[in-house]
Every structure is written in C-alpha cells, then in structure tokens.
C-alpha cells in the first residue's frame, strides 16, 4: 500500500472491519486505524472514530463502493 488516504470514519471496530471485507472482496486492499489505547478505552472508538484506510490509487473506487452500499441506509 503506499500512501494511505481515510476514505470512512465509522463508530466502531466491527463496523471497520465489514467496510474493510466488503473492499477487500472487490480487490482493494485496506487497512483500519484507531486511537483505543490499544483497545483499553473502546469508547474513544465513539467519540473520535476508527479509520478506514486504503491507498492513493485506490481511493474513488473505495469511496464509490462505500457511497453504493450506504445508499439507502438511514
């Protein structure tokens, strides 16, 4: 990966985790950044949000993909 760009700020690690398969099934590699303290204080996740990372060449196809699956959700 060079150099990685946010392409989603989501509440929590288990949502990074489902943005981050539904990339990676469509051949894009991605990675996921958080602040927790190393996982000791979860509720930063909330308040400051995980990162979904993926590289330079990779962003609007990613960013494409995220908008087609939010279309719809409330």
Not at 48 to 68: F, N
């Amino acid at each position: 990966m060079d150099t990685p760009v946010v392409v989603a700020r989501v509440p929590s690690l288990v949502e990074a985790q489902l943005v981050v398969g539904m990339l990676e099934s469509s051949g894009i590699s991605a990675a996921i950044s958080s602040d927790d303290a190393g996982g000791f204080d979860p509720q930063l996740q909330l308040t400051q949000g995980v990162r979904v990372l993926v590289s330079t060449a990779d962003e609007a196809r990613a960013r494409r993909l995220i908008a087609e699956a939010n279309v719809g959700r409330s």
